[in-house]
């Protein structure tokens, strides 16, 4: 649905336009918040934000268009601003910091390799590309399943099936990644 659309259906059926939106970029933003909040949150905390954010969504983007770009950067805009007020709040609690001018920043340092972190995050690439090939609903319910730790019946809303072909498709499509990343892993 384009934005102009988005907005014609404001006019008509604010409640419907809503949960339109509320439907197409859930996963979006779950996705956003979870991904900056992981690291510091509870799942309630991260489920609060999201809910924050729709609730900012419902009440700034409205059919005036005083936001003249598309609704998806809309909507990422929206979830990553709430998503670091969520995580400055929550490491505010109790996180020492350092000044840059201090001689004590001199004397920090990481226990992190940096070529082990490019070598997870150029893994953990590959993997996502393998995941998005197997197409929908297969790539939803894999990330659903291995990466959000979600039940099939969870699973089942979020993707309008019932929880046992849920499990028969997850069943099919993780020997299809598996496939996948063992031919990857020979072509190397």
Do not use: W
């Not at 991904?35 to 969504?57: G, K, M, P, T, Y």
Request: charged fraction near 30%.
């Amino acid at each position: 649905m384009t934005d102009q659309q988005v907005r014609e259906l404001l006019k008509s059926s604010p409640q419907t336009a809503h949960r339109l939106i509320f439907d197409e970029y859930y996963n979006y933003v779950y996705t956003i918040v979870f991904n900056r909040l992981r690291s510091c949150a509870s799942r309630e905390d991260i489920d609060e934000c999201v809910s924050d954010v729709f609730s900012d969504i419902f009440s700034r983007y409205s059919t005036e268009g005083e936001y003249n770009g598309d609704i998806r950067g809309f909507v990422a805009f929206i979830a990553k601003r709430r998503a670091v007020d969520m995580f400055r709040r929550l490491t505010s609690r109790g996180v020492n910091t350092v000044s840059i001018d201090d001689d004590e920043a001199m004397q920090l340092s990481s226990a992190e390799r940096v070529d082990e972190l490019a070598e997870k995050a150029e893994t953990g690439h590959a993997i996502l590309d393998a995941v998005r090939s197997l197409g929908e609903p297969d790539s939803t319910i894999i990330m659903q399943k291995y990466y959000y730790g979600r039940n099939s019946a969870d699973i089942a809303d979020i993707v309008g099936m019932k929880p046992a072909a849920v499990r028969k498709r997850l069943s099919r499509a993780a020997e299809k990644l598996r496939k996948i990343l063992t031919d990857m892993g020979e072509g190397r």
